[in-house]
């Protein structure tokens, strides 16, 4: 069990069950114990797989907390007491095509995030992600997609890239996965996640990765979410969301399917709105960049009714605030 050396059946059927659905290419998973432990070994495979040691990421990322993901997330407050992180790491403007001239043949892997979570659910525009692709293909390197967030259902498609005509070379999971239990996992093809296989020997170790009861749970919810009408029914919810919030003070809503946050006109305002709405049994969250935005990531498994009494309480408070001010 501790190292892989015996095979066990739940690993293997999740493993099998997450190749049948990501692009054809990516047919092996190594399952870990976080994200951020994920990240990591998406990380470590791309050098041993390139020989190379830059990588890229982008700016306001967020990844996991461990040395290797704080090195590769935007967020120079929570980094600098614990400088110096993993060397070689370079930051992109997600978004800006223009910048993509710095990924090069020195360019072990360029990271990111599918729809950046911290930086306020922003998603990917006019093809940014498959021009992302194609130039990590021209010089070599390779295109780790962290589906931490988006994943598993959440943006109305099992995987957040399937919206964009992209295919990454290595995909790295976590979250959902789990429908709550802990577990992370990075994909890639054979022929890429071989090369930790040795030199050294065992080139990613983990006592409890795979462990079999992590990896049963895994696998009834991506069966549950694979065969019922779950994910379908994230853009009807994320429609009904959108609708229920028609507010003057809400100035935006970003984001994907299930994954939105709503944008208010100050940081004071946002504050003031989640803080109230826990105290009324609605629990809404701040985004690590965007001061400005309440984030919206329900279970998606969440009723009609419960969704539109959430967003009815975050109106209700919204009014509240404006009668306040007049
Ligand atoms: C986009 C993203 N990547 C990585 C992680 C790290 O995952 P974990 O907290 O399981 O280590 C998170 C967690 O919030 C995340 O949102």
Redesign the pocket.
Known sequence: MVYGEYIQEPAVQLTKLLAQHLPSNINTTYLTN???EA?EGALKLARRFTGRSQIIAAKKA????TMG?MSVADFKERKHPFLPLIPDVKFITFNNVLELELITKKTACVIL?TIQ?GAGFITPKNEYLARVQQRCNAVGALLIL?E??PGIGRTGRLFGFQNYKCSPDIVVM??GLGGGMPI?AFSASKKIMDSLKDKPKLGHITTFGGNPVIAAAALATLKEILTSNIITQTLDKERLIKQELSHPLITEIRGQGLMLAAIMPTAEIVNQVILKAQKRGLILFWLLFEAKAIRITPPLTISNEDLIKGCNIITDILDEINSDTL
Request: aromatic share 6%; hydrophobic share 20%; glycine share 30%.
């Open positions: 976080s994200g951020t990240i967020y990844h996991g907390n993901a995030e979570g962290d931490i967030q976590g979250k992370g």
